[in-house]
Structures are given as C-alpha cells and as structure tokens.
C-alpha cells in the first residue's frame, strides 16, 4: 500500500505564494501528479511529473505560476504556487500511481493523500 501526506496548505492574499508538499512511497516507473477540487466541480488536474524521466506536465490555467518538483531522496514531490488568485481556492490533492494515458487525468491514478485547503483572498 502506498500512503501519501500532503502539507503546506493555508490562507494568503491574492498575489502570494505557498508551496505544497507531498511525501511517501515512491518508484522510478511511478507518475506522480497534483489536483485541486472545489464544491460541486470534477478533480483538476494541475500539474504532473514522471518519476524517472523528470517530464513535467501542468493544467493551461496555472502555467508560468505552478511548478512542479522532486526530490528523490526525500521521496517527496512539491508544488509551487506562485501569483495566487481567488480562483485558485480548492482543496489540493496529490496522487500516484502506473500511468497509461494523460498525466493530468484523475482516473488514471492509483493513489491519492487526503488532501490539503488552499484559500486565497479578496
């Protein structure tokens, strides 16, 4: 079994910055992703990286503010949230697993934390 524990979620003023995190049981044939959830809305996909090619992937909506990033020796995966706004308020969720098709596609993972809120004001 694979457990996975996301930190780093709070409250910041639009315009700020957080960095989430996310630990656990990793392997170099693993995709490991991040998604986002709000009331009532399906599972976003934000952002994603290949274990062990290091290929990053991200959602047209956060490029140029969100980066994705491992470190393997820590067996964590961060997210990076630059530039924040009201409209990235959400419940934030990492994820892993043997991915087939598209890396930003929540069906196509196996694992999942218990997610972390990030909510940005005015």
């Known amino acids: 079994q694979v457990q996975l524990v996301e930190s780093g979620g709070g409250s910041v003023q639009a315009g700020g910055s957080l960095r989430l995190s996310c630990t656990g049981r990793n392997y170099t044939y693993f995709t490991n992703g991040w998604f986002r959830q709000t009331p009532g809305n399906e599972r976003e996909g934000v952002a994603a990286?290949?274990?062990?090619?290091?290929?990053?992937y991200y959602a047209e909506s956060v490029k140029g503010r969100f980066t994705i990033s491992q470190d393997l020796a820590k067996n964590t995966v961060y997210l990076q949230l630059n530039s924040l706004t009201p409209e990235d308020t959400a419940m934030y969720y990492c994820?892993?697993?043997?991915?087939?098709?598209?890396?930003?596609?929540?069906?196509?993972?196996?694992?999942w934390g218990q997610g972390t809120q990030v909510t940005v004001s005015s």
């Open positions: 994820a892993a697993g043997v991915i087939a098709g598209s890396p930003l596609h929540r069906n196509e993972y196996k694992y």
């Open positions: 990286i290949y274990t062990g090619r290091g290929a990053t």
